[in-house]
Every structure is written in C-alpha cells, then in structure tokens.
C-alpha cells in the first residue's frame, strides 16, 4: 500500500490551498483517511479524518478546512481555505484499513496503518 500526498506550496494568508491523497495497493475502497500535520519544533497533530460519511476537523481549523473523497479515483482531498500562518506545516495522509473511527480515535497516530511522505504547506506573504 502507498499514499501519495501532494499539492502543498506557498500561498498567502486568506488564500485556498487544496491537497490531495492518492492511495494504491489496497483490494477494495474498505479503507478511512485521516490527515495529519506537524509544523517545525511542534508534535504532528491530527487535521481532518473521513470514514464513509464520518467526517471529523480539528477545532484549529473547522469551518476552513473541507474534506472529500472520490473512490473511483482513490482519492481524498483536503481543501484548506482562510488559510493562516499557522497553518504553516507539512501535511501528512495516513490510512486504516475497516470500519471508520470513533471522535475518540481519529486523531491518534497508532490508529493508523500507512502513511504518506509528506507535502509542504508555507502560509507566507
């Protein structure tokens, strides 16, 4: 199993940004993404989770942040609009493969099974 995360860059604040996460190597769409990021000198937080119809956001960026999935294209996107300076991070895809998570678990690295490399997001004028 890979994920594939890109679409990071620079962008302003207020600006939009949109990511996607590209997954290959599993046998079926039975499988939930969450989104993660660590910004320098901090731990690497949980962002955004979609399981089925469950979708869970970080408090930070509720309202702002909206993410989707196309499992045709085996896809998630995360669209980050209003963006901040805190923003500023690399963003990292994880999956599990099963049932969508509870609020409780989502947020939680050792839920997860794979991950992606990593793409950089810098919120900068």
């Known amino acids: 199993v890979q994920l594939q995360a890109c679409g990071g860059g620079l962008v302003q604040p207020g600006g939009s940004l949109g990511l996607s996460c590209t997954a290959s190597?599993?046998?079926?769409?039975?499988?939930?993404i969450g989104w993660f990021r660590q910004a320098p000198g901090k731990e690497r937080e949980g962002v955004s989770y979609?399981?089925?119809?469950?979708?869970f956001y970080a408090g930070s960026v509720k309202g702002r942040f909206i993410i989707s999935r196309d499992n045709a294209k085996s896809t998630v996107y995360l669209q980050m609009n209003s963006v901040k300076p805190d923003d500023t991070a690399v963003y990292y895809c994880a999956a599990r493969r099963g049932n969508r998570m509870i609020a409780s678990m989502w947020q939680q690295e050792e839920h997860y099974e794979y991950w992606g490399q990593g793409t950089e997001v810098t919120v900068s004028s």
């Open positions: 979609i399981g089925g119809s469950t979708k």
């Open positions: 190597g599993f046998t079926s769409n039975y499988y939930t």
